[in-house]
């Protein structure tokens, strides 16, 4: 074997695609077979952009200029295929120990760590969102809340005879606002144990079609003041060992997302049982989800961007994705016909261990 063969067939071990050249000719002497194995040619005509994705001249493609004996020093380069883009990090060394020099190029895919990365600065970014957001939202119960109490406090200065009934009243609004931070506290507090893996169940068993009547009954009054109807349709009688604590939140996360994006329209709540599972589905006919927001507005910190709100930080359906995985479930969002969206949370009756990931 020559040294020549000898060196190539190392190089055909190695997992990184290697090319060796003709220098100023740039005809290829040598590919290795991680390179003939992918999908797509590394050399021109092949087109390239940079790292950015800014399309390269065929001057610039990093084979001809390292034909041109330019030596790279771990640029990034990014062809693109149907299948998605490939990123590589090119090295190249020119030997002109012969004549013509021999070229040799190295490309190492970083692709899943640009990826990695991107998704990175996505998570951080709606996290600074986050933050903002929920600084907001704890700011604004406590100004009211103080607004309340000192109007409270110069009233019973001024009014020796204020009325129990006239105290009560007026302190409504603060107790409003008492009850929306400690949602908000109570969902914080959910992600942080979610996220550290503390999702711990009470189990015990009940009747469903009681929990599911005691949390719409909670929300008549709110959703009649958005302009929706609330009704709970089919709902069979059934034993479930589930925590109910938990259930009743996810179902009122649900049941909140349909009154604040229900567009006035009616909510219906149903309930089947299929193979030992049960179905609930919450449905309502306002803004609906856009297809590519389906997956990630179950995820912390994220909202779609239609019907955004400042009154919503984007946690209520993550803590839903959460209870169902504790309980072997899952949830998951479709369209309705003629407009709005549907939720389905699954829950298995029956909840074995559910291991923690
Ligand atoms: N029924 C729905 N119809 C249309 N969009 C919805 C519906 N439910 C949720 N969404 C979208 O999904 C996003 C995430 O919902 P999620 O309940 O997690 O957060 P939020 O309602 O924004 O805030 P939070 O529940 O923490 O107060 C919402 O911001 C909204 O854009
Ligand atoms: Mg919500």
Redesign the pocket.
């Known amino acids: 074997m020559s040294e020549q063969s000898g060196r190539e067939s190392v190089l055909d071990f190695l997992a990184v695609p290697v090319v060796r050249l003709e220098e100023a000719s740039g005809r290829v002497l040598f590919t290795n077979a991680a390179a003939r194995a992918l999908p797509f040619s590394l050399v021109p005509p092949t087109a390239v952009s940079d790292g950015e994705g800014a399309p390269l001249p065929p001057e610039q493609h990093p084979v001809t200029r390292a034909a041109r004996g330019e030596r790279l020093e771990g640029e990034l380069f990014r062809w693109a295929t149907p299948e998605g883009d490939h990123t590589f990090v090119v090295h190249s060394r020119v030997d002109r120990s012969r004549s013509p020099g021999v070229v040799t190029l190295t490309f190492q895919e970083v692709s899943p760590w640009r990826r990695a990365e991107e998704d990175l600065r996505r998570a951080l970014g709606a996290r600074d969102t986050f933050l903002s957001v929920a600084s907001h939202e704890l700011k604004s119960p406590i100004t009211v809340l103080q607004l309340v109490l000192e109007r409270l406090q110069r009233g019973a200065r001024r009014e020796t005879n204020l009325s129990g009934s006239q105290v009560a009243e007026r302190l409504e609004p603060a107790l409003r606002q008492v009850r929306r931070l400690g949602v908000l506290v109570q ?1 914080l507090l959910d992600v942080s144990r979610a996220r550290n893996n503390h999702f711990v169940l009470e189990r015990e068993r009940f009747e469903l079609g009681t929990l599911v009547r005691e949390v719409c009954e909670r929300f008549t009054e709110q959703s009649r003041q958005a302009g929706s109807t609330l009704v709970v349709e089919d709902c069979p009688p059934v034993q479930v060992h589930w925590d109910r604590m938990r259930v009743e939140q996810a179902l009122s ?1 649900l049941v ?3 009154i ?3 567009a006035g329209g009616p909510i219906s709540v149903c309930a089947g049982l299929q193979g030992g599972t049960v179905s609930l589905r919450v449905e ?1 006919r ?4 856009a297809d590519g ?1 389906r997956e990630r ?2 995820n912390p910190f ?3 961007a ?4 400042v ?8 803590i839903v994705r959460e209870i169902a995985r504790a309980h072997g479930g899952t949830v998951r969002v479709s369209g309705r016909e003629g407009g ?2 549907s ?1 389905t949370l699954c829950l298995p009756v029956e909840v074995t261990e559910v291991a923690s990931e």
């Open positions: 969902n996360n909140t997302n349909a604040k994006y229900g309502d306002g803004i609906g989800v927001d507005i179950f994220e909202r779609a239609s019907g955004h709100r009154e919503s930080l984007g946690l209520g359906l993550y709005g969206s939720f």
